[in-house]
């Protein structure tokens, strides 16, 4: 796809705006368990993962804002909520995450997405759109309540766009997609199966109704549908029949393992709080204990990279993350994630690294 836009199966597919490429998002969910799954499927990329403070005082950051001297900021907040970010262009410009009160939210690509444009609020760049989200809200219907009195989704410039899939501790999921210059949702009585990739959440169910196993007349042979596009119908199928074995973790890995492995690749057990995830060029699985991490207003923001050396739980190999270190994942990420060759050595990348600088000076120690 054009642009990378970090987006998955939730196990999402996801990739960064424009960033991703194709993704796949779900959620597993039962009497016992909570668990969602995403696969990033684009290339390989650079990234961290972020450690977010309650209580940071924070402004609305638009593309405008990014690359010319506009400093004019019409929104501003606290985070009421600590979170863990998966961020491929810097401190708080996510791909995806999830908060200490278990609200899930990442994007996926999608090509139909078309703006939303609500004149009285300002403009957000897409990617801090989701850090805002996870900045404010506990759930779902929070995030769904609260979308058209929030900030505009401001994409890359000239990008298609993404659509979203949310999930949260209490079995809750929503769909979020920008067309015709609406907000369009689906929420669990919308969607018989939570599962999300890149075409329209309709679009995909009416393909896998065909198969034998939905009451339709094509047989399904999970050993032949092994084709890139057919990773929604293998999940759907895996998903629907999964019979609770107490290893619901395990299992939302062989899903994501079986439609398509991902570059970044991550399981989260909303009761439990406990995260995993791998990358494309270290395999071996990792764990952060969510409920063990300091999100307190004294502690520092910490990072760790996505292509860690780390093995097991790796809570304590987390490091304070400087502005220096910031524009070290910036200078890397952008111009993956903006998906532009000459970006990189542009005077608007220069501007934006500069401007980065500025806008987290007060948040980040040098």
Same mark, same amino acid.
């Given at each position: 796809?054009?642009? #990378?836009?970090?987006?998955?199966?939730? #196990?999402?597919t996801i990739?960064?705006?424009?960033?991703?490429?194709?993704c796949?998002?779900?959620?597993?969910?039962?009497?016992? *368990?909570?668990?969602v799954?995403?696969?990033?499927?684009?290339k390989? =990329?650079?990234g =961290?993962?972020?450690? %977010?403070?309650?209580?940071?005082q924070?402004?609305?950051?638009?593309?405008?804002?990014?690359t010319t001297?506009?400093?004019?900021?019409a929104?501003?907040?606290n @985070?009421?909520?600590?979170?863990?970010?998966?961020?491929?262009l810097?401190y708080?410009?996510p791909?995806?995450?999830?908060?200490?009160?278990?609200?899930?939210?990442? $994007?996926?690509?999608? $090509?139909?997405?078309?703006k939303?444009?609500?004149?009285?609020?300002?403009?957000?760049?897409?990617a &801090?759109?989701?850090?805002?989200?996870?900045?404010?809200?506990?759930?779902?219907?929070?995030v769904v309540? *609260?979308?058209?009195?929030?900030?505009?989704?401001?994409?890359?410039?000239?990008?298609?766009?993404?659509?979203?899939?949310?999930?949260?501790a209490?079995?809750n999921?929503?769909?979020?997609?920008? #067309?015709?210059?609406?907000?369009k949702?689906?929420?669990?009585?919308? =969607?018989?199966m939570?599962?999300l990739c890149?075409? &329209?959440?309709?679009?995909?169910?009416?393909g896998?109704?065909?198969?034998?196993?939905?009451?339709?007349?094509?047989k399904?042979?999970?050993?032949?549908?092994?084709?890139?596009?057919d990773r929604?119908?293998?999940?759907?199928? =895996?998903?629907? %029949?999964?019979?609770?074995?107490?290893?619901?973790?395990?299992?939302?890995?062989n899903?994501?393992n079986?439609?398509?492995?991902?570059?970044?690749?991550?399981?989260?057990?909303?009761?439990?709080?406990? #995260? @995993?995830?791998?990358?494309?060029?270290?395999?071996?699985?990792?764990?952060?204990?969510?409920?063990?991490?300091?999100?307190?207003?004294?502690?520092?923001?910490k990072?760790?990279?996505? *292509?860690?050396?780390?093995?097991?739980?790796?809570?304590?190999?987390?490091?304070?993350l400087?502005?220096n270190?910031?524009?070290?994942?910036v $200078?890397?990420g952008?111009p993956?994630?903006?998906?532009?060759?000459?970006?990189?050595?542009?005077?608007?990348?220069?501007?934006l690294?500069? %401007?980065?600088?500025?806008?987290?000076?007060?948040?980040l120690? $040098?």
């Amino acid at each position: 796809m054009k642009f #990378l836009l970090l987006r998955c199966l939730l #196990l999402c597919t996801i990739v960064y705006s424009t960033a991703a490429s194709a993704c796949s998002a779900f959620l597993l969910k039962g009497k016992n *368990h909570c668990v969602v799954g995403f696969n990033e499927n684009w290339k390989t =990329m650079p990234g =961290m993962i972020v450690i %977010n403070k309650r209580d940071v005082q924070k402004r609305n950051i638009s593309w405008e804002n990014l690359t010319t001297d506009n400093s004019q900021y019409a929104k501003q907040w606290n @985070s009421k909520y600590g979170s863990v970010t998966f961020n491929l262009l810097g401190y708080d410009f996510p791909c995806y995450g999830v908060n200490e009160k278990g609200l899930f939210l990442v $994007e996926l690509y999608l $090509e139909e997405t078309s703006k939303v444009k609500n004149p009285s609020q300002p403009d957000m760049f897409w990617a &801090q759109w989701i850090q805002y989200q996870l900045d404010n809200y506990k759930s779902v219907k929070e995030v769904v309540d *609260h979308l058209n009195k929030g900030p505009n989704i401001n994409w890359w410039p000239n990008a298609a766009g993404s659509h979203f899939f949310l999930s949260d501790a209490a079995g809750n999921t929503a769909t979020i997609a920008l #067309l015709d210059g609406k907000y369009k949702v689906l929420t669990d009585k919308d =969607m018989p199966m939570p599962l999300l990739c890149n075409n &329209q959440y309709k679009k995909d169910l009416a393909g896998v109704q065909k198969f034998d196993f939905l009451g339709g007349q094509e047989k399904f042979d999970f050993a032949d549908q092994g084709k890139w596009e057919d990773r929604y119908n293998r999940a759907y199928y =895996m998903l629907k %029949n999964y019979v609770y074995d107490e290893k619901p973790v395990a299992y939302a890995w062989n899903i994501l393992n079986s439609i398509h492995a991902g570059e970044w690749q991550t399981v989260i057990d909303l009761k439990n709080m406990k #995260l @995993s995830f791998r990358s494309d060029l270290k395999k071996e699985v990792k764990i952060i204990d969510i409920k063990k991490l300091d999100f307190s207003k004294n502690a520092s923001v910490k990072f760790l990279d996505i *292509h860690t050396e780390s093995q097991g739980e790796v809570n304590k190999d987390f490091n304070v993350l400087t502005l220096n270190k910031n524009n070290e994942y910036v $200078e890397k990420g952008f111009p993956i994630g903006y998906d532009n060759k000459e970006f990189g050595t542009s005077e608007m990348f220069n501007k934006l690294k500069g %401007n980065i600088v500025k806008f987290f000076k007060n948040i980040l120690p $040098e």
